[in-house]
């Protein structure tokens, strides 16, 4: 039998509660440089505690050696094998999930920037200057003016934060399988939407058609006259978290890219602030009503992303103040951990295991009595594949049978 | 290749011996309340000094967060993955086996129970008043004298404990996918033989045919007046242990139960006693006669699922004794695991990663000073699937080549 067939025959209903912490990018690394990571300079006496009365482990989200993406990253955590081939969703339609746009089967999003190029045709600057986000919104207002259709194609528009914005195509036989159209240098000229195979080449001429229309809207302006295509993609099937663990999920994320995923699994994605605060509230005001919760912390990663250990350490004692407020909820199940690792050092995502914590009445408590990376490696459960998390996690709300007599 | 296939072109046959202990359940978890598992709190000096000149670490029988039953947990240790199509076997071919019932391949076994119905057909003991044995025999023997074959279909029945016995149906087209007729309540009337496929409704109607007639001879019966049958199940071909590993092995169990499991992968299974001592008698005199020896200690569980942790290491303590014994026989390869763990605070199996050891002169020591749940984390093994194990045994019994040149 297959391991989803497997687990869905085991699980069953109950009314326990289950909570997963996500703190994007949360994993480091100890160099010469620096012979200590965040999250063991960090002051978080409350997670400190929970772990020593937690299981520990590590975790990757792909595999040996795999730097993951946010999207395969965020898959793995809610069960989903990322390099399942249903799994490859298109950063597009993400994105485009994540402003809140409803897509359909079929559907082919595309993340877009304004950009900047000169008199040649050559691209000066890939973002235009990072215009703010209310020019975004009149020049997005005004593309959608002049382009709604092209060909038999609906033509959806919507603006991002600052320079990026989303479009969608609606139309029959529409195959996203197409190369960015950001050569991701300046002084040459953007790429033509480049088919990956026969059946793509329709959606090819209908982006290339977008974007020959969209220079001409444009043209008057000083920064934004051009844009860019990226991470074409069209939504696939993918079973929900209702379907596979009979789980009534919420998602508490404030960035577009996460809440995209979580309602590609079928979670319920709550309104939010940007702030931590605003997020524990909003896990607090709705805690009644679900039975699973995901709740995101976006800058741990960007603070790695910047190589600013100080300000990623400053956003792990912040999510830290908030755990007592969570202990009080009393979750049967609360996990904590980060989609991959994101170490200051490398300024960047890395394959790094992951710190994981899993307190339950019967997670079996082990020797790690902190959390961070060098305790968790002490912790009973190793490292394993993110994917695993939620089996764990049902097993410990007691929402899995027994396999066989 | 198939990994099975990797395996068997890898066997070598020697005169090397491999014995493999399991204490039943044996893994436990720490709780705020007992802050030590019972291998953590028992006197077991053989056992941990066998630790310190092993290599340890903790194995999972199906995979993360799942709590296997008997059979899929010991179909692991014998390296069989449970999870494959061909090792689904219900508890009635397990039970028959146990028994020392002789199997036919297409047979149909199903485990049934005595029970107490009233004047109106409604169950008001689903075990008869857990009659004794003896009274077990008495009402087979009243069954066999009066129905051996409905329609062209053989009945082939066998007391076992107390108000438990065995069916096996043999003839031809039967199918065991057939639910059963245990409506798990009392108050209400046993269920029909429901089959779950076209192919399984000729078996449904004998099974029926049988209780109507079981019924009639029953009737006088103060207590035992009627039956009830579960795990209707089909034995499956499964490559023995001789195919796959070209090992004679052999099984020393008191519980019908695990000498079913062993019989399936083609084990010989010995006559022995019910205690411990007997048990590790007869290995001790049929040493000379096998290459793999597998030792069942049943107690552990059955005191982890009472919830009494004295008990539990009462019967680890007893097993430690026979360490020096075992050692005497000088087997090239020790393995001391469980099938499961039985943790008492949860009176159930669970799915918390099994404290594992394995000795031989290249096992490789590493720095576990102790047979138990926290040591076996910090072996060099760490966690990994319990049907592994027989593989690294082969391996540090010289019985498996090198792959490739």
Chains 1, 2 share one sequence.
Not at 284 to 302: G, I, N, P, R
Not at 329 to 355: E, F, Q, R, Y
Request: glycine letters at 8%; a neutral charge.
């Amino acid at each position: 039998m297959t391991h989803h067939d497997l687990i869905k025959n085991l699980v069953q209903k109950t009314d326990s509660k289950i909570l997963l912490i996500v703190m994007d990018g949360l994993g480091g690394i100890r160099t010469k440089d620096r012979p200590k990571t965040e999250l063991e300079l960090a002051n978080i006496p409350n997670m400190n505690q929970l772990a020593r009365e937690s299981v520990c482990g590590r975790i990757m989200p792909v595999s040996y050696g795999i730097t993951p993406g946010s999207g395969p990253a965020h898959f793995s955590l809610f069960g989903y094998n990322p390099t399942d081939d249903n799994i490859q969703i298109g950063r597009g339609v993400l994105e485009a999930l994540g402003l809140d746009m409803q897509l359909q089967a079929g559907d082919v999003a595309t993340r877009c920037n304004f950009a900047t190029m000169d008199g040649n045709g050559l691209l000066t600057d890939r973002r235009a200057g990072r215009i703010p986000t209310e020019e975004c919104v009149r020049l997005c207002e005004m593309l959608k003016k002049n382009i709604q259709k092209i060909d038999d194609v609906d033509v959806i528009i919507k603006a991002g934060e600052q320079y990026r914005f989303v479009v969608v195509f609606r139309g029959k036989n529409l195959d996203g399988h197409i190369d960015d159209t950001d050569p991701q240098v300046t002084g040459v000229k953007s790429l033509h939407a480049h088919p990956r195979s026969e059946s793509s080449k329709r959606m090819a001429q209908i982006a290339d058609k977008f974007i020959a229309q969209a220079n001409q809207v444009l043209k008057g302006e000083p920064k934004a006259n051009t844009i860019l295509m990226r991470g074409f993609s069209a939504l696939p099937h993918v079973p929900s978290m209702k379907d596979r663990y009979d789980l009534t999920a919420a998602c508490v994320a404030s960035y577009p890219l996460y809440r995209g995923v979580a309602s590609v699994v079928g979670m319920d994605v709550l309104t939010t602030g940007m702030e931590i605060k605003d997020e524990f509230e909003t896990l607090k005001a709705h805690w009644a009503k679900y039975d699973f919760f995901f709740l995101h912390v976006k800058k741990t990663d960007s603070y790695g992303e910047d190589g600013n250990p100080e300000g990623k350490i400053k956003i792990m004692e912040d999510v830290d103040r908030f755990i007592p407020m969570i202990r009080e909820l009393n979750p049967d199940v609360i996990m904590i951990t980060g989609d991959h690792s994101t170490p200051p050092p490398m300024k960047s995502h890395s394959w790094h295991p992951v710190p994981f914590l899993l307190h339950s009445k019967v997670c079996g408590i082990d020797d790690a009595v902190a959390f961070n990376e060098s305790e968790c490696t002490k912790g009973q459960l190793s490292n394993f594949p993110s994917y695993y998390i939620m089996e764990l996690a049902l097993a410990n709300a007691g929402k899995l049978k027994k396999f066989g007599a």
